[in-house]
C-alpha cells in the first residue's frame, strides 16, 4: 500500500465528453504527478502539482488540465474526449527534492467509446 | 530515439533462475534511476532506486547502473511465481521540474513451476 488513492478505478465515457479523476497523495507528500499508461507501453507524464501550480508538463494537449488543492489532493480534467485516450491513469505523489522516491496509485481506467 | 529503452519481452524463466532486466537511457543529466513492477491491471510499485552508477542490492533483487555505456539492469536471483510481472526502469532528475519519470516500454516476465 502506497497511501496514494485514486478513483474511479474505472470508467466508460462518449467520444467528445468530458471526465474528472481524483486522487490522493500519500501523507506529507506535497508533489503530484499524473501519467497515462496506454495498454502495452510506460506511463507517459502529463503534468506535475506543487503548490497548487502547475510545475512541469510532458507532450499534451491542453484539453488535459489539473487542479492540486490545498490538502495536495489532485484532480485530472479531460476535456473532448478522443479514442486515444483510452488508458490507465496513474496518480503519483512525492515530497518536493525527493523525486527519486515517487509512489504511484492504483490508477482510474478511463475507456472511450 | 527514445529516451529510455527497454525490451519488451515477454521474458519466460523457469523458477529458481536468475533474471536480468536491462534498459539503456540516452540522457545523461540524470542521474536516478529506478525499477518498477507492475502486476496486470495494477499500479507501478517502486522496487528500488539508484543514484549515479555502482550496484544496489535489496534482498533478491540487485540494480546496477553503468555510466559508461548508459546501460541500468536488475537482477532478480531465485526467481519466484510471484515475480511474474512487468518491470518498468525508469530515469528522473530528481528535484524540482525535473523529477518527471521517462519510463521504458516495460518488460513481461514470467516466471514457471
Known amino acids: 500500500e502506497t497511501g496514494v488513492t485514486q478513483s474511479p478505478t474505472h470508467l466508460i465515457k462518449t467520444r467528445g465528453q468530458q471526465v474528472t479523476l481524483r486522487c490522493s497523495s500519500q501523507?506529507?507528500?506535497?508533489?503530484v504527478s499524473w501519467y497515462q499508461q496506454a495498454l502495452g507501453q510506460g506511463p507517459q507524464f502529463i503534468f506535475q502539482?506543487?503548490?497548487?501550480?502547475?510545475?512541469g508538463r510532458g507532450n499534451f494537449p491542453p484539453r488535459f488540465s489539473g487542479l492540486q488543492f490545498p490538502n495536495y489532493s489532485s484532480e485530472l480534467n479531460v476535456n473532448a474526449l478522443e479514442l486515444d485516450d483510452s488508458a490507465l491513469y496513474l496518480c503519483?505523489?512525492?515530497?518536493?527534492?525527493?523525486?527519486?522516491?515517487?509512489?504511484f496509485g492504483e490508477g482510474s481506467w478511463l475507456t472511450v467509446v | 530515439q527514445k529516451e529510455v529503452e527497454q525490451d519488451p519481452g515477454p521474458l519466460s524463466v523457469p523458477e529458481g533462475a536468475i533474471v536480468s532486466l536491462n534498459c539503456t537511457y540516452s540522457n545523461s543529466a540524470f542521474q536516478y534511476f529506478m525499477w518498477y513492477r507492475q502486476y496486470s491491471r495494477k499500479g507501478p510499485e517502486l522496487l528500488m532506486y539508484?543514484?549515479?552508477?555502482g550496484n544496489k542490492e535489496d534482498g533478491r533483487f540487485t540494480a546496477q547502473v553503468d555510466k559508461s555505456s548508459k546501460y541500468i539492469s536488475l537482477f532478480i536471483r531465485d526467481s519466484q511465481p510471484s515475480d511474474s510481472a512487468t518491470y518498468l526502469c525508469a530515469q528522473t532528475g530528481g528535484t524540482g521540474t525535473a523529477s518527471k519519470l521517462t519510463f521504458g516500454t516495460g518488460t513481461r516476465l514470467q516466471v514457471t513451476l
Open positions: 503519483a505523489s512525492s515530497l518536493a527534492g525527493q523525486g527519486n522516491t515517487i509512489y
Open positions: 501523507s506529507g507528500h506535497n508533489t
Open positions: 502539482y506543487y503548490r497548487e501550480e502547475e510545475n
Open positions: 539508484t543514484y549515479s552508477s
